[in-house]
């Protein structure tokens, strides 16, 4: 079950393993997307400190901003937030449940859940958002 | 499916065979429990709890003004911060990062998380206090 995950010599290849798209599966695409969207959220992380610091500059400033913020360019940006919210949310609760050693034999289940749990919250948020 | 479950499992779990694995995993277990919980919070709070969802500058000092909301964000701001750092840290790991220039690049993101809580929790103060 836990064999090696790192081939002899893999260390030599140009990039990250998980970054190779050769002989991938289901479950190891959903590991890679895990990732990028890690690295999304971490980004948007230092965003929203960056705008939230406008809070600072006093009332104006913030209003001004949240204004800005309901045009529907960052309306779809709110709704691409909570896709990859729920999608690194979900995947990665099934990613820590399989990587405990519980319900490994269930694991493309759970990614099937997460799917549909990801899609129920994105479409729940698009309706709030746009709507 | 026994090749797609060692596969995934091996991907998942792979770096818990890093340098001190058993903390690194279960702290990004936990941390992103927590955060499923505090993120859930924060966001169904912000914008269902409240009527219309937070809006004008008056209507967020007044809501970190509560100390339950002070709590939590300040509790969610030091769960997100590790959960993203320590996710940025695997993932340089799995570039291949090692020996010198991974302890310079673990001091870097170790000083970057501090740096980031210590001015989350300021902004919090400032807006609390002095909003």
């Known amino acids: 079950m ?40 971490v980004v948007y992380l230092y965003l929203h400190l960056v705008i939230l610091s406008t809070l600072l500059r006093g009332p104006e400033a913030w209003d001004g901003l949240v204004e800005l913020f309901r045009r529907p360019v960052f309306l779809a940006f709110d709704v691409l937030l909570v896709a990859g919210l729920a999608f690194h949310g979900f995947n990665g609760l099934r990613v820590a449940l399989v990587g405990s050693g519980l319900l490994v034999d269930r694991h493309k289940a759970l990614l099937v859940a997460a799917g549909v749990l990801v899609g129920l919250v994105t479409l729940v948020a698009a309706v709030r958002i746009v709507g | 499916m026994a090749t ?49 969802g937070l809006r004008t500058y008056a209507d967020v000092v007044a809501w970190i003004r509560n ?30 990062l090692r020996g010198r220039a991974e302890r310079i690049v673990a001091r870097v993101l170790l000083d970057l998380a501090v740096a980031t809580i210590l001015y989350g929790l300021w902004l919090l103060y400032m807006l609390a206090f002095r909003g």
Do not use: K, Y
């Open chain 2, 4 to 52: 797609r479950t060692e596969e995934d499992f091996t991907e998942a779990t792979r770096w818990r065979r890093r340098p001190r694995p058993t903390f690194a995993w279960l702290a990004q277990v936990v941390s992103g429990v927590l955060l499923l919980v505090l993120l859930t919070v924060h966001m169904v709070a912000q914008h269902f709890v409240v009527e219309g």
């Open chain 1, 2 to 41: 836990m064999r090696a995950g790192r081939r002899r010599g893999d260390r030599r290849r140009l990039g990250p393993r998980w970054l190779d798209p050769h002989g991938r599966h289901l479950g190891t695409w959903a590991f890679v997307a895990n990732r990028l969207t890690g690295l999304g959220l």
């Open chain 2, 67 to 96: 100390p339950v909301v002070f709590a939590v964000e300040a509790l969610l701001l030091v769960c997100v911060t590790w959960h993203g750092i320590a996710g940025v840290h695997a993932i340089l790991l799995d570039l291949g």
